[in-house]
């Protein structure tokens, strides 16, 4: 675990660049939700709506000794958003950087990036719902498998988590899988053996959260996304969320032409830290509601 607190943690997050601009690209579907909060002192009054120094401070003060006990689920949390996006995708960039010359040279990051396939984008989309699983257990003090407990939060979902939702779903499951994300999800992670799920990168980081072996694993993967399908769907309908509506958000931050949607989802892919970011921002605001109720 990270040895930084969480107003540093709130301080390092960027105030612009490509994660900032995607999620802003993508503000649309969740309007007026995330308003990215970098300090400790900004969410607590958004928060409780104080002002008055003292409870400002008392609030921090409790809010920081809360992360740093190891016994509560905080940093193990942050952990996870973090491990999401800490996974490197850039095998094979040489190749695609060739084929799409120097498209990508103004992002300020790796010009070499290569979109995953199918079989991997699906599987990494599963794992990082069930990161989401793992962070909200360890939030909330609950076992690692309490996949209803999840699926009934999700509608209740606001702020940072409701953006990181609709990231997720607009970036790692209609972007590059389409309509049928769902059924793809299930069919690749499925069809999956088990050393193959085991040798993925995100598995390995995320599984430590979940209880059992990769069988017992791959089916909290697999009844996560079967227990909140139809809340995820309802929201992707409801929101008016579609493959083209989500390249067209975003395509203008990274500009690839004429080309697919596989160049858009593997550059915001690489390009961006989503889940850590808006994370940070969620395990921040949970510390200040708990701070808050106990001073």
């Given at each position: 675990?990270?040895?930084?607190?969480?107003?540093?943690?709130?301080?390092?997050?960027?105030?612009?660049?490509?994660?900032?601009?995607?999620?802003?690209?993508?503000?649309?579907?969740?309007?007026?939700?995330?308003?990215?909060?970098?300090?400790?002192?900004?969410?607590?009054?958004?928060?409780?709506?104080?002002?008055?120094?003292?409870?400002?401070?008392?609030?921090?003060?409790?809010?920081?000794?809360?992360?740093?006990?190891?016994?509560?689920?905080?940093?193990?949390?942050?952990?996870?958003?973090?491990?999401?996006?800490?996974?490197?995708?850039?095998?094979?960039?040489?190749?695609?950087?060739?084929?799409?010359?120097?498209?990508?040279?103004?992002?300020?990051?790796?010009d070499r990036i290569?979109?995953?396939?199918?079989?991997?984008?699906?599987?990494?989309?599963?794992?990082?719902?069930?990161?989401?699983?793992?962070?909200?257990?360890?939030?909330?003090?609950?076992?690692?498998?309490?996949?209803?407990?999840?699926?009934?939060?999700?509608?209740?979902?606001?702020?940072?988590?409701?953006?990181?939702?609709?990231?997720?779903?607009?970036?790692?499951?209609?972007?590059?899988?389409?309509?049928?994300?769902?059924?793809?999800?299930?069919?690749?992670?499925?069809?999956?053996?088990?050393?193959?799920?085991?040798?993925?990168?995100?598995?390995?980081?995320?599984?430590?959260?979940?209880?059992?072996?990769?069988?017992?694993?791959?089916?909290?993967?697999?009844?996560?996304?079967?227990?909140?399908?139809?809340?995820?769907?309802?929201?992707?309908?409801m929101k008016g969320?579609?493959?083209?509506?989500?390249?067209?958000?975003?395509?203008?931050?990274?500009?690839?032409?004429?080309?697919?949607?596989?160049?858009?989802a593997g550059a915001?892919?690489?390009?961006?830290?989503?889940?850590?970011?808006?994370?940070?921002?969620?395990?921040?605001?949970?510390?200040?509601?708990?701070?808050?109720?106990?001073?």
């Amino acid at each position: 675990m990270s040895d930084e607190s969480i107003p540093q943690l709130l301080l390092a997050l960027p105030e612009d660049g490509l994660t900032v601009t995607t999620l802003r690209a993508l503000d649309w579907v969740v309007p007026g939700e995330w308003q990215n909060p970098r300090s400790l002192e900004q969410i607590i009054v958004d928060v409780t709506g104080e002002t008055d120094e003292g409870v400002l401070q008392a609030v921090g003060e409790r809010a920081i000794a809360l992360y740093h006990d190891e016994s509560q689920g905080y940093q193990r949390a942050v952990w996870l958003y973090q491990a999401v996006d800490s996974v490197d995708k850039l095998a094979g960039a040489a190749a695609l950087a060739n084929k799409m010359g120097d498209a990508f040279s103004f992002l300020g990051f790796l010009d070499r990036i290569t979109p995953d396939a199918d079989t991997t984008q699906a599987i990494d989309a599963g794992i990082k719902f069930a990161a989401e699983l793992g962070a909200f257990c360890s939030l909330n003090g609950l076992p690692g498998d309490s996949i209803g407990d999840f699926a009934g939060s999700l509608a209740g979902y606001a702020r940072e988590d409701v953006m990181r939702l609709a990231a997720w779903l607009s970036l790692d499951c209609l972007l590059p899988l389409g309509p049928d994300f769902i059924a793809k999800i299930l069919e690749k992670i499925d069809g999956a053996a088990d050393e193959h799920l085991g040798d993925n990168s995100l598995f390995q980081k995320v599984s430590g959260f979940l209880p059992g072996g990769v069988a017992e694993q791959r089916g909290i993967i697999r009844g996560s996304i079967e227990q909140a399908s139809g809340f995820l769907t309802s929201f992707v309908d409801m929101k008016g969320l579609s493959q083209n509506s989500v390249f067209e958000s975003v395509r203008h931050y990274v500009d690839v032409g004429d080309n697919g949607l596989d160049y858009v989802a593997g550059a915001v892919d690489v390009g961006t830290n989503v889940f850590e970011h808006t994370g940070i921002q969620t395990v921040a605001r949970r510390l200040v509601s708990r701070a808050f109720g106990e001073i």
